[in-house]
T-cell receptor, first 109, second 113 residues
Framework: GEDVEQSLFLSVREGDSSVINCTYT??????LYWYKQEPGAGLQLLTY?????DMKQDQRLTVLLNKKDKHLSLRIADTQTGDSAIYFC?????????FGKGTRLSVIA | ETGVTQTPRHLVMGMTNKKSLKCEQH?????MYWYKQSAKKPLELMFV???????ENNSVPSRFSPECPNSSHLFLHLHTLQPEDSALYLC????????????FGQGTRLTVV
């Protein structure tokens, strides 16, 4: 089955850019998502990219997809303390979403 | 507000108790899910319902019993749980079961004592 991998921790200074990486195994994945989870809350859909795209930008968020390497990244520009959360990569094909373990982003003021 | 509401938000229960978690979605979706999120473990997909029929059961112990009376409501009935079942239980819904994003509720934080 699908396997989604992410690094577990990332620490950045306020105002810097954050880059969270994800790799997946199933090349037939059609939609790829980034979710954000704040403490004590559920998962909030941040953005997504369709597999025939290689980049999508939405305000401070940039998603890059390298389909050949099965690599997805989320760049957060001008990272703020409010961006501190766990970020989950998820991929979707003909089955329910498969999630990575999540990357805990800590923003240092 | 994601359109998916879970109650209660917090629940403490003894190992001999019976309780139920409730999920309701107002999005007109056909698929609903239960996930378990434990500390230091990835999100675990427990059950998938599509049009009120269970389509996936990922080797979940029988002390967890789901119920989907209609496409807007999903329950998780709990009985004789163990302390290791303490976790955040997340409900989600999506238009269909594949090729689509899921919308999550806020979760129920369950503590088994």
């Amino acid at each position: 089955g699908e396997d989604v991998e992410q690094s577990l921790f990332l620490s950045v200074r306020e105002g810097d850019s954050s880059v969270i990486n994800c790799t997946y195994t199933d090349s037939s994945s059609t939609y790829l998502y980034w979710y954000k989870q704040e403490p004590g809350a559920g998962l909030q859909l941040l953005t997504y990219i369709f597999s025939n795209m290689d980049m999508k930008q939405d305000q401070r968020l940039t998603v890059l997809l390298n389909k050949k390497d099965k690599h997805l990244s989320l760049r957060i520009a001008d990272t703020q303390t409010g961006d501190s959360a766990i970020y989950f990569c998820a991929v979707s094909g003909n089955t329910p979403l498969v999630f990575g373990k999540g990357t805990r982003l800590s923003v240092i003021a | 507000e994601t359109g998916v509401t879970q109650t209660p938000r917090h629940l403490v229960m003894g190992m001999t108790n019976k309780k139920s978690l409730k999920c309701e979605q107002h999005l007109g979706h056909n698929a609903m899910y239960w996930y378990k999120q434990s500390a230091k473990k990835p999100l675990e997909l427990m059950f998938v319902y599509s049009l009120e029929e269970r389509v996936e059961n990922n080797s979940v112990p029988s002390r967890f019993s789901p119920e989907c009376p209609n496409s807007s409501h999903l329950f998780l009935h709990l009985h004789t749980l163990q302390p290791e079942d303490s976790a955040l239980y997340l409900c989600a819904s999506s238009p269909e079961t594949g090729n689509t994003e899921a919308f999550f509720g806020q979760g129920t934080r369950l503590t088994v004592v």
